[in-house]
């Protein structure tokens, strides 16, 4: 009986073993390709443009695939993105590393205490990194009470994501109002999220902008 139950243990250890050498992750491959998505992006995925790029930072890695695939097959469509997304920009395991590379990147939200002998370069250096949402002014508290009640099961208490479900808070306000427009438009779709989304009225909208906009304060 050991006997077969320790053949089974290693049988099964051989197949994991095997699945781990199908895809192993490149941080360097994710960081040269990373020199490409940072003309829009930033060098850090925060982003830019006052959100007309995204920052992906963050961003959980199975959620940034499958936006890439979206982008690739033109389900969600953007000009700028859709030759980015491609298999021929990004072929073998690129998508995989260059979503596991923006997903562990760890942006602050306020500038740390520094040394003040720091070198100002290096300071510098460190301030790139820290990236704060401008506070949108608006009904805080009715944005808030939407937010709990309908939001937080799937993108987190906080706000921050869970699982695959992408965070909102720490993304630029605009571009959070340009996504919402576009479910509610059915431009962008995902089934789960329609009820929730399409009976939002404007001034409910800017509510919870203001309320995403305070979160990484
Ligand atoms: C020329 C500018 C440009 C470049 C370069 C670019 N992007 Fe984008 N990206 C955009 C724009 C604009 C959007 C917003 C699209 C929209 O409004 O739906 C976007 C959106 C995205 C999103 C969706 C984010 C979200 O929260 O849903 C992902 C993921 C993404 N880009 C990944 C990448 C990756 C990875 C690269 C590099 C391989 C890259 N982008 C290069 C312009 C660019
Ligand atoms: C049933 C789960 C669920 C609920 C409830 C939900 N969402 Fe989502 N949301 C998702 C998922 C999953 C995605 C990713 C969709 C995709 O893959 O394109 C998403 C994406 C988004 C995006 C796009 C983010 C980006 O980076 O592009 C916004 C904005 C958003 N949700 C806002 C909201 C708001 C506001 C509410 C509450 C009124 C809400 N969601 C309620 C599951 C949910």
């Keep these: 009986m050991f006997k077969i139950l320790f053949l089974l243990m290693a049988l099964s250890s051989v197949a994991f073993a095997q699945d781990d ?6 941080p360097e491959n994710g960081s040269d390709i990373n020199e490409l998505c940072a003309a ?4 850090f995925g925060e982003g830019g443009g006052d959100g007309e790029y995204p920052r992906l930072a963050g961003l959980p890695a199975k959620y940034l695939i499958k936006q890439m695939h979206a982008f690739r097959s033109g389900q969600r469509s953007s000009i700028a993105m859709g030759m980015y997304a491609t298999e021929r920009e990004l072929p073998g395991n690129d998508l ?3 979503a ?3 997903a562990e990147k760890d942006l602050m939200t306020k500038m740390p205490v520094v040394d003040e002998d720091m070198p100002a370069l290096e300071k510098l250096h460190i301030a790139q990194r820290v990236f704060n949402v401008a506070r949108f002014d608006g009904d805080f508290s009715l944005g808030e009470k939407i937010y709990s009640g ?4 799937c993108h987190g208490t906080d706000s921050s994501g869970k699982g695959s ?9 605009d571009y959070l109002r340009l996504q919402i427009q576009s479910f509610q438009k059915g431009e962008r779709k995902n ?13 409910e ?12 304060d």
């Design 21 to 26: 050498q199908q895809y192993s992750y490149d």
């Design 40 to 43: 829009c992006h930033g060098e």
């Design 96 to 98: 995989q590393d260059i």
């Design 100 to 102: 596991n590379y923006l």
């Design 150 to 153: 309908q939001c937080a099961r």
């Design 165 to 173: 479900t992408p965070g909102l808070i720490g993304q630029y306000t």
């Design 191 to 203: 089934k789960r999220m329609e009820k929730y989304i399409m009976p939002l009225s404007k001034d």
């Design 205 to 216: 909208i800017e509510a919870l902008l203001a309320y995403l906009s305070v979160g990484d």
